[in-house]
């Protein structure tokens, strides 16, 4: 009798603990869509559309994953899905960013100033009407592009897109619009902000000049403070942003309006620049988007700078069998940067093991991020980094699913000290250099030796941008979590 009560109450325990765990780990219809598709590999358009469908057909359970306008948001659901594929072993990714395109819009914010016209004269080679030209034909979605002229405010430009890529002479066709005479950045920049949807992408071209409405026996070291603190005022009050700025060079044949100093004529190259605008999940997923390849990379671009990243988080794993691995581990099987039973080679007593990541969505140059010394390692044990590109020709049956999709391997190596460990690397976030080089106290000689690559006040305008989203620290970090 003893026995038959026993065998009950343990039969009862485990159908408790089997409901606990069940109740645990129980999902929602489209969380099964999704993991069910990731399995049998089914990552077509078709598949997705129906994991929409299924968002769609419950807007009250799946409000998060609805657009303001009550439409299924791609991006936001390409995050889930890479949460999920994340958990799978091995991890499975499906890039879904490419499905996304049909949601986004371009808006092309146009400075029509008396400092931009020389920009685009008849005889110069017209880099700056190019560079506009190629965001519109290299946007994906371009038939969706809007153009707006602004100066002293925003206005409407009159033509369709087509008027505006045949235009051979943009100024002259927008003449008279707005008051050239001078820009409000303030209020530019406040109303691209303030009307932007979640998928807009607004790009503002312009030479970054600041130059309000009457600076008369007003000293540079004064605008220099006030376009800084302009500049922090304005991006603090938006969240979840982030700003890319393209730095290009144009001809530039006409008259100059320098800030202390009579006009002149000058002819010969001046920076010109490609602000780009948008939520920074969008920015994330045009990045790792192959078909914004040529949007995102800019023609002529001389530098390129990215405005809030820090702690980005990126798609990384450690490779479990790769061939610079020394010692033993095993990852865990719910944590794809935790490694257990660590053992240094027999000989050497050293553990190394590479962690495959997704860096291209941090927009930095391929020479930034395959240098060592732009990363900061820390670990109680010592361990070293090397950085390396990853190429297809690494790719094997047995690591293709880890290192596809990735762009570097950092690869550690030391001796473990402790029984625990954690190594840390952080991809540090520190100003450009280029914008301290590139930036002008004084533009009144058009002789002086970086007249010709430099901006008056660069440093100040987008030093207040940093500031506002607190640039600073590190791009990203990574930690991987060891033990005996």
Known sequence: MKKIIFVVLITAVVAVMAGTMLSCHRSTPLEKAIRQAL???????????????????EPDRYKELLTDAGEPDALVLAKLIDEIGSTLRPPVRWDVARYAVKQLSLTIYFERSGSMVPYDAPGGRGQLKKAVNDLINFFPTGDKAGIKIVNDAIYPYSGSIDDFLQDRNIYASTQGVGNASYTDFQKIFN?????????NVSVLVSDLIYSPADTRDVSLEKI???ENSLATRIFKQYKGKSIVVHQLMGDYRGKYYPYNGKPFNYSGQRPFYLVVIADSRVIDSMAADAAFAQF??????????????????????????????????????HDPLRLTKCQGDRTTDVLCFSVAARLDGLQKDARFLADAANYHLRSMSGFTLKVTPITTDMFTGNNKSYLEGKTHLLTFAGKMQNAREEVTVSLT?????WIERSSATTDVNPSAADFATTTLGLKEFLGGIASAFGSGGSYTTITVKLER
């Open 296 to 333: 995102m990379r800019p023609a002529g671009a001389v530098n390129s700078y990215r405005f809030n990243q820090a702690e980005q988080g990126v798609d990384c794993c450690v490779l479990p069998d790769w061939k610079d691995n020394s010692g033993r581990f095993r990852v865990d099987h």
């Open 429 to 433: 976030n520190d100003f450009p250099a």
């Open 224 to 226: 220099f403070n006030e």
């Open 191 to 199: 109303e691209i902000l303030r009307v932007q949807q979640p998928g």
């Open 39 to 57: 399995v049998q590999q089914d990552t077509t358009q078709a598949r997705f559309d129906s994991l929409c469908s299924i968002v769609a057909s």
